[in-house]
Antibody, heavy 116, light 110 residues
Framework: EVQLVESGGGLVKPGGSLRLSCAAS????????MNWVRQAPGKGLEWVSS????????YYADSVKGRFTISRDNAKNSLYLQMNSLRAEDTAVYYC?????????WGQGTLVTVSS | QSALTQPASVSGSPGQSITISCTGT?????????VSWYQQHPGKAPKLMIY???NRPSGVPDRFSGSKSGNTASLTISGLQAEDEADYYC??????????FGTGTKVTVL
């Protein structure tokens, strides 16, 4: 069974940093592109970043470019999102999702709250 | 990276058919067949309902169908059921090698 479990969310002050993790199981992690998608409270889905299976290709939404860094460790079956210079508008549930072109599997999400 | 345009809400009675539109540009919806649709119930993670414009994952009822014409994609739910009440989002690959979601549509079963 495919499982994606996010962790690392929490309350952080504006300008602060946070690192999210996504632990994958039930499939060959190193064969799939992975993504981060977020959803602000009461709002719609927003694609954040994608990374190819071997980390050769990495893309970011304009809203996070230069502040967020996506990475993966295929040996540990894990996906990461390093978030720096956090702003109030980054407050959201962050989901990791598997796939390229479409997202077949999603985690349950981890809540990031940016507030003083 | 402007969000794709969806109607804010669509409603229908049980058994009826409804269609949700998703309008983009030639740089996203109109340029690629990587259009997908997601269903999201309150407090839950999104669920893939349609991929590559019109393909249905195993386990998704065949009353869900997808199509595309020009820069607009559509999701049709035939034989609407109470459990179909949820938020629906479209998504598309873009010419910038990024992805964009739609604004979301709340489906209400009357």
């Amino acid at each position: 069974e495919v499982q994606l479990v996010e962790s690392g969310g929490g309350l952080v002050k504006p300008g602060g940093s946070l690192r999210l993790s996504c632990a994958a199981s039930g499939f060959t992690f190193s064969s799939y592109s992975m993504n981060w998608v977020r959803q602000a409270p009461g709002k719609g889905l927003e694609w954040v970043s994608s990374i190819s299976s071997s980390s050769s290709y990495i893309y970011y939404a304009d809203s996070v470019k230069g502040r967020f860094t996506i990475s993966r460790d295929n040996a540990k079956n894990s996906l990461y999102l390093q978030m720096n210079s956090l702003r109030a508008e980054d407050t959201a549930v962050y989901y990791c999702a598997r796939g390229s072109g479409w997202y077949w599997y999603w985690g349950q999400g981890t809540l990031v709250t940016v507030s003083s | 990276q402007s969000a794709l345009t969806q109607p804010a809400s669509v409603s229908g009675s049980p058994g009826q058919s409804i269609t949700i539109s998703c309008t983009g540009t030639s740089s996203d919806v109109g340029g690629y067949n990587y259009v997908s649709w997601y269903q999201q119930h309150p407090g839950k993670a999104p669920k893939l309902m349609i991929y590559e414009v019109s393909n249905r994952p195993s386990g998704v009822p065949d009353r869900f169908s997808g199509s595309k014409s020009g820069n607009t994609a559509s999701l049709t739910i035939s034989g609407l059921q109470a459990e179909d009440e949820a938020d629906y989002y479209c998504s598309s690959y873009t010419s910038s090698s990024t992805y964009v979601f739609g604004t979301g549509t709340k489906v209400t079963v009357l």
